[in-house]
């Protein structure tokens, strides 16, 4: 499946050593700032450490304590699949959707269009305008609007009631999906070339559909993998939003995920040894959600 | 080149296209230009269109328009609020819109930094030397290394390709403290290395561009091996022109990215610390502050979204000059 050089001597790294050479700043840097860190969290995981100590190991008692001692961790479990289950998909969907249906407009069009829908991952807190949208009192947008409609006779709150409280982390999630994910899509779409869909069209692909199952896709893995990865760790590593929007902890946890418990024990409790050990649990989760999406998109297009 | 053109790929085929773009022309068909509709004609971008309903293309275009109008509410309001004056400011709910503009919370931010420790420019500086070696150095080494584990065969490769993957799934909140054990080991708290060399290795980078990178032919390359190219050579002179698109949308990754830096836990020496820092000193006095707060929000919002625009009309640009255009 995947066209790779042959060269002379695949097995023997001296043959190789040019290879190796270029890659070699690269994976120093690596190595030192990021799998360095990660196999010492995962090692903190077993042990009690309050960053001013000295670590103190305690085998598996963390992951004990994680699942049969935890309410909080429960429902953080609950709430995280609730959101990434929705906010996944439909998330990536919508950003392959919309560099999809951008790709078919004239070059001007098409950028003026990435542009507009990726502002709003430029700035920073651009969702905070959420806030105002399902503000809790009568006078929020959404709010004010009901009630001169007389839909409603007292105001939603958005922040207290936990269905509505899900309800707006995921709509403001999912309109922030269009991120570097969308991004990659669209910059992926430009790398098709075209005479693939003229000769596609000679040989009898009639709509737009045909058109993208059979060429499309197929031009798109690559992207749609790392478009894929993003989703997955974006979606089950969600916390930034339920906490800005419903606080931190969101009142009755019913907003409280994974990132959230991770970094209330991380960096509020300072049981940085726990905290560690949800790091563990959300890493073994993403990375069976990823085996199960490269599966899936290795269907695609066949 | 002119081989490459020859091998044109069967539809649904598996292997990329991206080597087609060199010097192929697109044969010249009959686009049936006299009765085409304006709707697509606007809908020209993928070549031949003869599969296209003008119904379609009809609910496509409304489609965009009803996303991009909720997608644009918050720049809008960004841009707006910072030339509200106070009043406009604090109104609850908030006007979307400016009544009485105004440009007095940019004029605030002057007496303000007269008073800085440090000069504006010196923040300044810090800043565009920041985002400048850390864009310039993570394409560099994440394109250096990402086409060798893209395009070659050797010991150890799929185990690299495999950590990679994996280190994109690690929450960043506990590695946190084992990362500033490790910068402070090295001696780097305190001095730009600090925030500059981890970005050189950001997986994220390296990932988009290996991904890319496999998708150029290997025939092309090989043919650049013959004419005497090094890999190293093969790599700038074939391979980076050929994804030009990744690359560009790594510098507008990698830009927003560093643009954002704080220099956090890293940078205690005044005169280190990004313009970014600076600003956050002055939002941090919040209701206090929320005029000029306004202003600096639009100034850090405007930066990233210029380069953006320019790095993305470039996206279009190098398509346009590859021989795509009608």
């Not at chain 1, 709509?171 to 430009?190: P, R």
């Not at chain 1, 606080?247 to 991770?262: E, F, I, K, V």
């Not at chain 2, 090094?230 to 994804?243: D, I, K, N, S, Y």
């Amino acid at each position: 499946m995947e066209d790779r050089i042959r060269s002379n001597n695949p097995r023997s790294f001296r043959a190789n050593k040019n290879l190796y050479f270029m890659m070699a700043p690269f994976l120093i840097i690596f190595f030192t700032f990021t799998i360095l860190p990660v196999l010492t969290s995962i090692f903190f995981s077993f042990t009690n450490w309050n960053v001013l100590q000295p670590p103190i190991f305690l085998g598996l008692e963390n992951y004990r304590r994680l699942f049969l001692d935890d309410p909080q961790f429960m429902q953080a479990i609950r709430n995280t699949f609730h959101f990434a289950v929705i906010i996944g998909p439909v998330g990536y969907l919508l950003s392959f959707l919309m560099a999809w249906v951008i790709n078919e407009l004239t070059p001007k069009l098409r950028a003026f269009f990435t542009i507009v829908f990726y502002a709003p991952s430029i700035g920073g807190g651009t969702f905070m305008v959420f806030g105002f949208l399902f503000s809790p009192d009568p006078h929020g947008w959404f709010n004010a609007f009901l009630l001169n409609l007389g839909v409603i006779d007292s105001p939603i709150l958005f922040n207290q009631d936990p269905v509505w409280m899900r309800t707006v982390v995921i709509i403001v999630s999912l309109w922030m999906s269009l991120g570097f994910g969308f991004l990659s899509f669209v910059a992926g779409l430009q790398t098709i070339d075209r005479t693939q869909y003229e000769a596609g069209a000679i040989d009898g692909i009639r709509s737009r559909w045909q058109e993208l199952w059979y060429i499309t896709l197929p031009n798109m893995k690559p992207q749609m993998m790392f478009g894929a990865i993003l989703s997955i760790t974006g979606s089950l590593g969600i916390g930034a939003v339920p906490a800005a929007l419903m606080g931190m902890p969101s009142p009755g946890y019913a907003t409280h995920t994974l990132d959230n418990h991770l970094n209330d024990f991380g960096s509020i409790r300072m049981e940085m040894g726990y905290a560690s050990a949800i790091a563990v649990f959300m890493f073994v989760l993403m990375i069976g959600a990823n085996a199960l999406v490269q599966k899936f998109i290795r269907i695609v297009g066949t | 080149m002119a081989q490459t053109a020859q091998q044109a790929p069967k539809p649904g085929s598996m292997s990329g296209p991206t080597q087609l773009k060199f010097g192929a022309t697109p044969p010249k068909k009959d686009r049936h230009k006299g009765s085409r509709s304006w709707l697509s004609r606007i809908l020209g971008g993928t070549g031949a269109r003869s599969n296209r309903t003008v119904w379609g293309n009809f609910m496509m275009i409304l489609f965009l328009c009803v996303m991009a109008s909720l997608f644009l509410i918050p720049v809008v309001m960004i841009i707006n609020n910072a030339f509200k004056p106070l009043h406009e400011l604090l109104i609850i709910p908030p006007h979307i819109f400016v009544r009485n503009p105004t440009l007095r919370n940019f004029q605030d931010l002057g007496p303000i930094f007269a008073n800085t420790l440090v000069p504006f420019s010196r923040y300044l500086f810090n800043s565009l030397f920041i985002v400048a070696l850390g864009c310039i150095g993570q394409i560099f080494f994440a394109s250096m290394a990402a086409y060798p584990l893209a395009k070659y065969e050797f010991p150890g490769v799929h185990l690299i390709n495999r950590l990679i993957v994996l280190s994109l799934m690690f929450s960043g909140a506990v590695t946190a403290i084992p990362n500033f054990v490790i910068v402070s080991a090295l001696g780097f708290i305190d001095t730009y290395f600090a925030v500059i060399i981890p970005v050189f290795a950001q997986t994220l980078g390296l990932y988009l561009m290996r991904n890319f990178m496999g998708q150029v032919y290997s025939s092309v390359i090989e043919s650049a091996a013959i004419d005497g190219a090094g890999e190293f050579r093969t790599l700038w002179t074939v391979v980076m022109p050929a994804v030009k698109p990744a690359w560009i949308t790594l510098i507008i990754f990698s830009f927003q990215s560093m643009w954002g830096v704080t220099g956090g836990a890293f940078l205690y020496n005044e005169a280190l610390k990004p313009l970014n820092a600076a600003l956050g000193q002055i939002t941090a006095a919040g209701l206090a502050r929320i005029g000029v707060g306004s202003a600096i929000g639009l100034i850090m919002f405007m930066v990233p979204l210029v380069i953006f625009i320019i790095m993305q009309s470039n996206v279009v640009e190098t398509m346009n000059s590859s021989g795509m255009k009608d």
